[in-house]
């Protein structure tokens, strides 16, 4: 006897969609079939989408930054992420210079974490750690920690990693079996100073200093045989140029993350009123850029959100020195990106996170064995965005036109949402 039984949906299994039945017993798919079989209890999916449960690889929970915190604790911001149809998140420790600090920053941060209503794991971050990269190697196997993320800017504050560690770090990622994260800026082209103002912000972050470290990185990652995943890429330009000279790389040992608002949004924006709400690091690009990150969308092999958003009022400040950087959007995330790029949104947010960080075979996938993390929506006609289950006050995508709805989360069997309605749930940390 099953304990659920999803009936007659269209279930998206090896790339292509077909009427299959889905049963769950003990929080794991026990069935996959196009006949009748037992169960406790039966959900009717005809007619929508059975997917596996949505990874995102990039979050920003209870993040303390310049003594702002953003809006969305690991309770909202989980919330949220459910009404998305998510199912795992990946968030990160507060930045670490010494390697001997790494877990008391990872036990911090798993116990802010427990209020999650969907499972979790983290990245650990470092800042400038010199001298101590083979001792961050270590503690993170210690700890069963397979990712590190590093800045290639913010030198003003400290957590700038300079050349010399980052080839360290790439060459212990061969050897200690981890990658490396890069949030990727040429340190010595962007800042921002007291006089700019919210439409400096793209030429104050510009898309050059993106290309030029990205390809700087690439050839690292060829010297050293290491493996880096860059993260939240603005520009399609950068991608053009990351396929001209290191096209082989890409999808093997360089992986390419972007966001839904790099793809949604551009520029334009910081000339609006409202322009401070769309306030990022790196910030939105030209309209050129954002088609040819459309054109090269099959080079990036993931999706996540950064999301890290703040409330209206902490955006309303003149200088872009003093405003916060981030915007959310974990919850309308997919819909946003199947509305763009179709159903090949479905991998870049499921099956290869799970491959790239180690979550594979229990998600990313919908088969025998596997956790039943199970997102199904509807895509028979567009919606509007409306609202938000964040803690944000408001929603940039709010009024935007979509393609598809998220109906129910089932997270290890569990509804977590359940046609629109919240459920509650027990998050996992899968540490």
Same mark, same amino acid.
């Given at each position: 006897m099953h304990d659920l039984g999803i009936i007659a949906g269209q279930v998206y299994i090896d790339g292509k969609f077909t009427r299959q039945n889905?049963?769950?017993? +003990?929080g794991r798919i026990s069935?996959?079939? &196009?006949? $009748?079989?037992? %169960? @406790?209890?039966? =959900? +009717?999916a005809e007619n929508k989408k059975v997917i596996p449960g949505l990874i995102d690889p990039h979050v920003h929970f209870a993040l303390n930054a310049g003594g702002k915190t953003s809006a969305d604790n690991f309770y909202t911001g989980s919330v949220s992420a459910a009404y998305g149809g998510i199912t795992t998140f990946i968030d990160f420790l507060d930045p670490i210079s010494k390697g001997k600090d790494l877990p008391v920053a990872l036990e911090s941060r798993k116990e802010i974490a427990k209020k999650s209503v969907v499972d979790y794991m983290f990245h650990a971050t470092t800042a400038n750690p010199k001298g101590e990269t083979e001792n961050l190697a270590l503690e993170m196997k210690n700890l069963g920690l397979h990712t590190v993320k590093i800045f290639t800017t913010y030198s003003e504050s400290g957590r700038r990693t300079y050349d010399r560690e980052i080839l360290e770090l790439l060459? @212990? %990622?061969?050897e200690y079996g981890f990658t490396v994260l890069a949030h990727v800026e040429? +340190? +010595?082209? !962007?800042g921002i100073n007291n006089e700019q103002l919210i439409n400096n912000l793209p030429e104050a972050r510009n898309e050059d200093a993106e290309i030029t470290e990205a390809l700087k990185l690439a050839a690292y990652v060829e010297k050293t045989g290491g493996e880096l995943y860059m993260v939240h890429t603005s520009s399609g330009r950068t991608i053009r140029e990351l396929i001209k000279s290191f096209s082989y790389l890409i999808g093997g040992r360089f992986h390419i993350e972007s966001c839904p608002h790099y793809f949604a949004l551009d520029d334009r924006r910081y000339e609006d009123s409202n322009g401070n709400l769309y306030s990022m690091i790196p910030p939105l690009r030209s309209s050129g850029s954002v088609r040819l990150l459309k054109k090269y969308s099959e080079f990036v092999e993931t999706i996540g959100t950064d999301h890290c958003p =703040?409330?209206? &009022?902490?955006? $309303? !400040?003149?200088r872009l020195k003093d405003m916060p950087m981030g915007i959310g959007s974990i919850e309308n995330s997919f819909s946003i990106m199947h509305s763009i790029i179709g159903d090949k949104a479905i991998n870049k947010m499921s099956l290869r996170p799970a491959e790239i960080f180690g979550l594979f075979p229990w998600k990313g996938i919908l088969a025998v064995g596997s956790d039943a993390d199970i997102t199904i929506y509807d895509d028979r006609k567009d919606y509007k965005i409306k609202g938000t289950h964040s803690a944000c006050d408001y929603n940039v995508y709010e009024g935007r036109k979509v393609n598809a709805k998220i109906e129910s989360t089932i997270s290890r069997g569990k509804f977590i949402v359940k046609r629109g309605v919240f459920k509650g749930g027990n998050g996992k940390c899968l540490l």
């Open positions: 889905i049963f769950v017993k +003990d069935g996959i079939s &196009s006949h $009748a079989e037992s %169960s @406790l209890e039966f =959900y +009717d060459k @212990l %990622s061969k040429n +340190d +010595d082209t !962007v =703040y409330m209206e &009022s902490e955006k $309303a !400040v003149q």
